[in-house]
């Protein structure tokens, strides 16, 4: 069996696991204990966040032709690769959340929504709540006035009441 038709299947994988993601991201695992290593990806599967460890031979040829191309200069030494479908900002919050407490955790970069991101940019996008977080907020300001407002008028009308 030829060497391609072995690594055609992996390079396949990467390209249907890039294919539709809102996120990637790079990092270097190196240092990382077992015990460490065990608990970050316990934390990247409950939030949806597939993490894995390939080649970076076949990294970079998943990724040619596609919005994530521009990481190929970083694939260098131990990588892995952090993907979300769903939401942008969960695999950079998580891994930069883990590399406080695990400073062996380096992360090299990353592409949200098309647009690749450097280590510093990678750990401002980590800032940024969940769209679950910011829909609630939204949904807390609207709802604030409206509340107000309604509480308003019912001490009006408690007020214009005659007394019985």
Do not use: H
Request: hydrophobic share 45%; net charge negative; proline share 4%.
């Amino acid at each position: 069996m030829a060497k391609v038709e072995i690594k055609k299947p992996i390079v396949d994988e990467i390209s249907e696991l890039l294919n539709g993601a809102a996120t990637a991201v790079l990092v270097d695992y190196r240092g990382l204990t077992v015990a460490e290593d065990t608990a970050l990806r316990k934390s990247l599967r409950e939030a949806n966040v597939v993490y894995k460890v390939y080649k970076n031979t076949m990294i970079n040829f998943a990724i040619k032709g596609t919005e994530f191309e521009g990481l190929s200069s970083l694939l260098e030494g131990p990588t892995a690769i952090a993907v979300c479908k769903d939401d942008a900002t969960a695999a950079a919050r998580i891994l930069c959340k883990f590399a406080k407490e695990a400073p062996a955790l380096e992360i090299k970069a990353g592409v949200v929504e098309g647009v690749q991101y450097d280590a510093d940019g990678i750990k401002q996008i980590a800032s940024i709540p969940s769209r679950e977080e910011l829909l609630s907020k939204l949904l807390g300001s609207i709802q604030s006035p409206i509340a107000n407002f309604a509480r308003v008028i019912k001490q009006i009308a408690e007020k214009e009441e005659p007394a019985a």
